[in-house]
């Protein structure tokens, strides 16, 4: 069986994938569980459309290359480097950005937790490892330190605040065991 321009179907036909671009075209996206419409070039990353066209610029581009995990998000309540990520895509997933966090002006424990323990230096870094600790205690209420080291070993904190950002989460867990 010879396979060009698609997967040969049973009667001799060719299946064409549709090609996309190089124009813009519209998607929606579920971020934060609101449908947000937009129209995006098929080369932007989830990323660049969340801080460009939807204003959220919570999740941070740092290297680009999901290396270093400043740009945390949750696509279906996984975490994953939207930079990593084309826009075209996602698709119907649930996005969950660190905005989407907070409920009625009230910050998550997690982030509480980071600004009882000095787990934030300069900031960047701070939204994705919000996110990857919050996914950390959705999944295992009552983390070890291994653990915890684990679930932020992905993240490039140029400050070196991950001490206290154990100690945050050890400090939350033990707060949640009461």
Same mark, same amino acid.
């Given at each position: 069986m010879t396979i060009a321009n698609g997967d040969r179907q049973g009667d001799g036909e060719t299946a064409a994938a549709p090609i996309i671009g190089p124009e813009p075209v519209p998607i %929606?996206?579920? %971020?934060?569980?609101? $449908?947000?419409? /937009?129209? %995006?070039?098929?080369?932007?990353? /989830? $990323?660049? $459309?969340l801080r460009g066209p939807l204003g959220l610029t919570g999740a941070k581009i740092a290297c680009n290359q999901g290396a270093c995990s400043a740009c945390t998000v949750w696509l279906d309540g996984l975490v994953v480097p939207s930079c990593s990520i084309l826009a075209i895509e996602v698709g119907e997933r649930k996005i969950t950005t660190i905005e989407g966090l907070a409920t009625d002006e009230r910050l998550h424990p997690v982030q509480e937790a980071f600004i009882a323990h000095d787990a934030v230096q300069c900031g960047f870094?701070?939204?994705? /490892? %919000?996110m990857s600790c919050a996914a950390l205690l959705a999944r295992n209420q009552y983390p070890d330190e291994e653990e915890i080291q684990t679930a932020i070993s992905g993240h490039l904190c140029r400050c070196g605040t991950y001490p206290h950002v154990v100690q945050a989460i050890l400090a939350l867990a033990e707060e949640e065991g009461d």
């Open positions: %929606v996206l579920w %971020v934060n569980g609101e $449908a947000r419409p /937009l129209t %995006v070039e098929p080369r932007t990353t /989830l $990323a660049a $459309a870094c701070t939204p994705g /490892l %919000v």
